[in-house]
């Protein structure tokens, strides 16, 4: 496969179908409205181009697991996933060298093939309850290179000419024990386990047609008080203004990073855990 990262993004996704991967579009890292997401993933050229000319900035995002033949582990440094990875390796074993792609936080997705043997290797986050180390199997998706966020950070491959190696044995016993605590919980409450994530909750349960910006601000004022980056702050805004419902009028992005810098630029309260718990 010629490397994606040197041709323009339809092309990139275009090149992914070809290779056997489903692919769909994005907006930034979350799928558009009135999407299926990875559902909607596919190899067929003639859908892949139809999306694009719609969106043609848009982002490439992956269908993970057995329709893809990948599971990938998303080592996040944000959440000190550098350390959590060599704390997981000490447990169990170290992971072998594969393909492995940079990720626009500067994080690492590390490619490992799904053994497409009937059973279902789900969705992780904090795997083994290691801050940091998430996985993304069968239900999921990650972002694909040249994608690329606020114009200015990009998903970028390692080396290419690596294969993607077996997911090791311990791994997909990890991975089945959490199919077992899990169970039928859907992907959305499973990946609200950070306090940014879990804000991003509560907001857009809160948020309707006439709101909506008020509730951008309060969430970006929860984020800024538990201390959460600016940075990643950003990115939940824009997930929360692609998610919040629509209505006559746009909630637009400018708007989610307006409610950001307004937030950022006065001193944070008490926590906000600490808050709620008087």
Not at 3 to 16: F, G, K
Not at 91 to 119: E, M, S
Request: aromatic share 8%; glycine share 8%.
């Amino acid at each position: 496969m010629k490397n994606p990262c040197d041709l323009p993004i339809v092309e990139s996704a275009l090149a992914y179908a070809r290779a056997g991967w489903p692919v769909f579009p994005l907006q930034g890292k979350v799928p558009f409205k009135h999407s299926q997401g990875y559902k909607d993933a596919t190899t067929n050229e003639q859908t892949l181009q139809q999306w694009w000319v719609r969106h043609p900035t848009a982002n490439i995002g992956l269908a993970t697991g057995a329709v893809s033949g990948v599971i990938v582990v998303d080592i996040d440094p944000r959440h000190n996933g550098h350390l959590s990875i060599k704390e997981l390796e000490r447990r169990y074993g170290v992971l072998p060298l594969t393909r492995t792609c940079r990720t626009a936080h500067k994080g690492l997705h590390r490619f490992y093939q799904h053994p497409r043997d009937n059973k279902t290797y789900p969705n992780a986050v904090a795997l083994d309850g290691l801050r940091g180390i998430d996985v993304r199997g069968d239900g999921g998706y990650v972002v694909l290179p040249p994608s690329q966020l606020y114009g200015r950070l990009f998903y970028q491959w390692g080396r290419l000419d690596l294969p993607i190696a077996p997911t090791p044995v311990w791994l997909l016993n990890l991975l089945q024990t959490v199919r077992e605590q899990s169970g039928q919980t859907p992907q959305t409450v499973r990946f609200a386990s950070s306090p940014g994530e879990k804000w991003l909750q509560e907001a857009l349960s809160k948020a309707r047609e006439g709101n909506r910006n008020s509730v951008g601000f309060w969430l970006a004022c929860q984020l800024r008080d538990d201390q959460i980056s600016e940075a990643e702050a950003r990115s939940i805004l824009l997930t929360y203004a692609n998610l919040a419902p629509s209505g006559k009028e746009p909630y637009t992005s400018k708007e989610a990073i307006a409610s950001v810098r307004s937030a950022y630029s006065r001193p944070p309260r008490e926590s906000a855990k600490v808050r709620r718990a008087f």
